[in-house]
């Protein structure tokens, strides 16, 4: 069974070919956003891991580290329900888009100068202050995602994409030039928050455009209390993923030193690069998903499976290719310094294939009002994954941080939905992805 198959399958407009094909160009745009992305952010990155050495490049991607899960943090949870809401809530649209970009326009400010204003008292150095300081744009940019979230409910992501992968072509061309001229660390930490101004300027201009209007226009203090009582679970769920790989980096570096830091950053570029693959994926498919579980629950079940089955199958061809070339790939690209981030890459890249099952679960439970157990579950797997790092670098280095990051995906993404009776119908649904033929001899 196809996956057009199986949306054409529905009844009404929602479902009609005219339809499929827009939720398909929907995914296309997605997935080739994410691909230039993996690709430019592969090619990029090794040639600026190549220029500064695994010293300077663990450094550089600590401090990011640092400011991802910060703004993880400043996104408090609103971008896992905002399209959900925008979708079976139009009539408020322009209300909730409203909220959600000043509620993340004051969580970002207070967030920013709350690290700033740590790293001074704590007497940390001017030019790590410098860098933090420029690294906060990736903070900056979060309640302009807002426009993002309005193109993804109206099943139109390919325009803000477009200027995603329009930025990021920018961002390389001007690190490429960084490199070739001698630039010090400092310019990449500015051309970071170059990339991330002209990311917020693409997205109000498309904006305005294609007419998505009223997303800075009023503020409810009523609405905000709802949409945060609703988001908070996601919250919880989107530092506890943040930092599920970005602490293991921070810990690399604390347990050893920046030039470990760098070795397994080389690897954590490559898995990164691939593990937001099957989070656009779903993406892609969520309004289909979404119809089909308001009226077809067997409908909605059969393209969890189909989905669910592409995802995972995905990731372990994925894993199996790095397996077998991971070394010389790693030595080709990023270079002989980097040569120990064969094996931490190899664990990290099997850890793909229970994190795109945590993917496709945690859409499920947001479809079914669920949040608190994607909260759980997420907590779980960074509390299993900090502390397997605490036991494991010291003892196997950066392998061990990669066998942290396995070890707890596999526990909270899988092992989890053994322990409770509600999740009988995903787990369910998971083997009948990850085994098909089982499930084609029972039924027989």
């Given at each position: ?173 001007l690190k490429v030039l960084a490199v070739v001229s001698g630039a010090p660390l400092l310019a990449f930490f500015v051309i ?244 098909p033929f089982v499930r084609k001899r029972r039924d027989a």
């Amino acid at each position: 069974m196809t996956f057009e198959s199986t949306v054409s399958s529905g009844s009404g407009p929602r479902h009609t070919r005219a339809g499929v094909r827009k939720y398909l160009t929907n995914a296309g745009a997605l997935i080739l956003e994410r691909a230039a992305f993996a690709g430019i952010n592969l090619v990029v990155g090794m040639f600026v891991a190549r220029y500064l050495g695994p010293g300077d490049f663990g450094l550089f991607n600590v401090l990011i580290s640092v400011v991802t899960i910060l703004a993880a943090v400043a996104k408090l949870g609103l971008d896992g329900i905002l399209v959900r809401e925008l979708l079976v809530r139009a009539e408020d649209r322009r209300l909730d888009l409203s909220v959600a970009f000043w509620l993340m326009a004051a969580s970002s400010v207070v967030f920013s100068f709350g690290l700033i204003a740590a790293m001074v008292m704590s007497g940390v150095s001017q030019d790590v202050v410098i860098y933090t300081a420029l690294a906060l744009s990736l903070v900056a940019v979060q309640p302009f995602t807002v426009i993002d979230m309005a193109f993804q409910a109206d099943v139109r992501a390919g325009i803000p994409a477009a200027s995603r992968v329009a930025v990021m072509l920018v961002g390389a061309a001007l690190k490429v030039l960084a490199v070739v001229s001698g630039a010090p660390l400092l310019a990449f930490f500015v051309i970071l928050a170059v990339e991330q101004v002209i990311l917020i300027l693409s997205y109000v201009l498309a904006a305005r455009i294609f007419g998505v209007t009223g997303y800075v226009a009023s503020f409810s203090t009523a609405r905000a209390r709802e949409l945060l009582s609703s988001s908070w679970p996601m919250l919880v769920s989107a530092i506890a993923v943040s930092i599920n790989i970005r602490i293991t980096q921070i810990l690399v570096a604390g347990l050893m030193d920046a030039k470990a830091a760098g070795v397994f950053a080389a690897a954590s570029r490559i898995y990164e690069a691939w593990i937001y693959i099957p989070y656009v994926c779903l993406l892609a498919v969520t309004l289909a998903l979404v119809n089909a579980r308001q009226g077809n629950r067997d409908l909605y079940l059969r393209r969890l499976v189909i989905v669910t089955r592409i995802v995972l199958g995905l990731s372990l061809a994925v894993f199996v290719f790095f397996a077998a070339v991971g070394r010389p790939f790693i030595e080709l690209t990023f270079g002989e310094a980097y040569a120990a981030s064969y094996m931490p890459l190899s664990i990290l890249m099997m850890s793909t294939i229970p994190a795109a099952l945590g993917t496709v679960t945690a859409k499920y439970f947001v479809f079914e009002g669920r949040e608190r157990a994607v909260a759980s579950r997420t907590i779980l797997a960074a509390a299993l994954n900090i502390a397997l790092c605490v036991l494991l670098i010291p003892l196997l280095g950066e392998t061990g941080a990669a066998l942290s990051v396995l070890g707890s995906l596999l526990a909270a993404n899988y092992g989890w939905l053994w322990l409770r009776r509600a999740d009988r119908e995903i787990l369910t649904a998971t083997h009948d992805a990850a085994f098909p033929f089982v499930r084609k001899r029972r039924d027989a």
